[in-house]
T-cell receptor
Framework: EDQVTQSPEALRLQEGESSSLNCSYT??????LFWYRQDPGKGPEFLFT???AGEEKEKERLKATLTKKESFLHITAPKPEDSATYLC???????????FGAGTTVTVRA | GAVVSQHPSRVICKSGTSVKIECRSL??????MFWYRQFPKQSLMLMAT?????????EQGVEKDKFLINHASLTLSTLTVTSAHPEDSSFYIC????????????FGPGTRLTVL
């Protein structure tokens, strides 16, 4: 069974204080690893897809990286508007279903 | 692009009634859509996979007779919660997989169901 574990559960940052979120996974053949952002009371918003170890993707202050066992989401010089829950999900080979982790709730104080 | 809508955004109903939630892909076609539920401070749990023109595939532990799914067109899937009870109160979210290709699911804004 696919498993996704995210840490920490919550992260409180000062504006400008860079940090990283971790997503550890086990899957029977990785099709893709996905990062989504979810604001309270809203649906997840797509951020990145990573397919193979060593791959990196960037979007504004966010950078996602992938190894064979985990993924990191780096937040550089965060702003209050980066406050959200960040969800990691894996998709196994031969399937389009997503298995989600519990998420990391990031709060950025001005 | 890749916009998914849900209707209604919020619904309150009495115990024993049925509620229908619509999920539409607005600017793309989706042969496959997914339905999730999310309890407070928990992550998304997949309920079922909806395929246009065929029966939905339900995850283990999800009652197919209680959560009826219809995917009648390439842009619309519906979830009907039949004989709803307070324990069915939750945040229901759909996602759509573009028929044009790719692995990314695009999510709707969610529907908050409260059963009194």
């Amino acid at each position: 069974e696919d498993q996704v574990t995210q840490s920490p559960e919550a992260l409180r940052l000062q504006e400008g204080e860079s940090s990283s979120l971790n997503c550890s996974y086990t899957v029977s053949g990785l099709r893709g690893l996905f990062w989504y952002r979810q604001d309270p009371g809203k649906g997840p918003e797509f951020l990145f897809t990573l397919y193979s170890a060593g791959e990196e993707k960037e979007k504004e202050r966010l950078k996602a990286t992938l190894t064979k066992k985990e993924s990191f989401l780096h937040i550089t010089a965060p702003k209050p508007e980066d406050s959200a829950t960040y969800l990691c999900a894996v998709q196994a080979s031969g399937d389009y279903k997503l298995s989600f982790g519990a998420g990391t709730t990031v709060t950025v104080r001005a | 692009g890749a916009v998914v809508s849900q209707h209604p955004s919020r619904v309150i109903c009495k115990s024993g009634t049925s509620v229908k939630i619509e999920c539409r892909s607005l600017d793309f076609q989706a042969t496959t859509m997914f339905w999730y539920r999310q309890f407070p401070k928990q992550s998304l749990m997949l309920m079922a996979t909806s395929n246009e023109g065929s029966k939905a595939t339900y995850e283990q532990g999800v009652e197919k007779d209680k959560f009826l799914i219809n995917h009648a067109s390439l842009t619309l899937s519906t979830l009907t919660v039949t004989s709803a009870h307070p324990e069915d109160s939750s945040f229901y979210i759909c996602s759509a997989l573009p028929s044009s290709g790719g692995d990314t699911q695009y999510f709707g804004p969610g529907t908050r169901l409260t059963v009194l």
